[in-house]
């Protein structure tokens, strides 16, 4: 049996849900959706270290000949025109940045102003899956809600259950899972909640038992998230 949450818990949803469920099981915390992940690791930020196998925009103010889009590789290293060879490893955007106006300033620019972007991170993706147009994998950029992430998959189908839509997500070294009511977001009756990276939304197919049976036990009623 898991150990109780400790988590933020809005007081109201809390005696809500008590009135409205006198059986919710020991370490299940209501609120308004899923707990955040750890922020630091999955927010993209221009002070986020670089990865392998991230993809860099790299511009050179004035001289569009050095403007380059390149993947790193999995020892942290890329590969420049006039620049060699570059360790990312450790570095953020802005370091990377300073490195290469370093290199080039070194003999070949006279005050090279260098911009690097991270463009796609391998760890910046969420899965949706289900009863959707377009199941998959999909990058994200910035705040993206679950409205965005059924979008990105091209809508639900015909077949889905728009009102038992799962996100699961790690938080720490648990996992956690929360059920959300697409109708009702849509309606404004409830809140569009923010998916993160690593994020798994499952869109429940009308009349399966398959995400029921996934949930059972873990999920009581609409709101009511938990770690197991």
């Keep these: 049996m898991n150990k109780a949450l400790s988590a933020l818990v809005i007081p109201g949803l809390l005696l809500a ?29 221009p002070e986020n270290l670089i990865a392998p196998l991230d993809v860099l925009e790299i511009s050179v103010f004035q001289i569009a000949d050095l403007n380059r889009t390149v993947t790193v590789d999995s020892n942290g290293q890329i590969n420049l025109p006039l620049v060699g060879v570059l360790n990312t490893t450790g570095k953020t955007a802005n370091g990377v940045a300073a490195d290469i106006a370093a290199k080039l300033q070194d003999g070949y620019v006279l005050s090279p102003q260098v911009a690097v972007s991270v463009k796609e991170s391998p760890s910046q993706r969420i899965t949706v899956e289900g009863a959707v147009q377009q199941p998959g994998v999909f990058p994200v ?19 889905a259950d728009e009102k038992r839509v799962a996100v699961f997500r790690n938080v720490g070294n648990k996992r956690a899972v929360a059920v959300f009511d697409l109708t009702a977001i849509r309606q404004g009756s409830a809140d569009d909640p923010q998916v993160f990276p690593n994020d798994v939304v499952v869109i429940e197919q009308s009349g399966s038992k398959k995400l029921l049976g996934q949930l059972k036990g873990v999920i009581p009623m609409i709101g009511v998230f938990r770690w197991f």
């Design 17 to 45: 849900a008590c009135a409205s469920s006198s059986s919710i099981a020991p370490g299940v915390a209501v609120g308004a959706g899923l707990p955040p992940p750890d922020i630091s690791r999955v927010t993209a930020s």
């Design 141 to 159: 950029s910035g705040r993206t809600t679950l409205l965005q992430a059924v979008a990105m998959a091209r809508g639900v189908s015909e077949m």
